[in-house]
């Protein structure tokens, strides 16, 4: 049986720790060290213990293509594009908002951000 894709949930496990986050609620994760932040919906930040690349290919592995919404941008960075409400290429910053209670304000490289607004400008 296909899983609702407003239901999917995104899982994180490794040794004693497992997080399990649904997919249409985790805003951002960023790179710390070999540990990663994982940013909620309801501004809840909780450290999983692996590095970026391990938690991108988990991801990709769970939803596939046609449900992920995640978008990796440069070495620190991965973020839900549903949550993108504004991209500043001169500011070298990405808001992340679900005009509500959710707002992150992050910063990111000028070519990374570029092709970040390319992006969201072709899927609309």
Do not use: W
């Amino acid at each position: 049986m296909e899983q609702n894709p407003l239901n999917k949930k995104i899982i994180i496990s490794k040794g004693t720790e497992l997080l399990r986050i649904p997919a249409d609620r985790l805003v951002y994760i960023s790179a710390d060290g070999n540990y990663s932040d994982v940013v909620t919906q309801d501004n809840r930040k909780t450290m999983a213990s692996l590095q970026l690349g391990q938690i991108e290919d988990l991801i990709g592995d769970q939803l596939g293509e046609s449900d992920n919404n995640f978008v990796r941008l440069g070495r620190g960075l991965i973020v839900n594009t549903d949550f993108v409400f504004s991209v500043d290429v001169a500011q070298q910053t990405v808001v992340l908002s679900d005009c509500k209670g959710c707002y992150h304000r992050l910063s990111a490289s000028r070519e990374v951000l570029v092709k970040l607004k390319a992006y969201l400008e072709a899927i609309q």
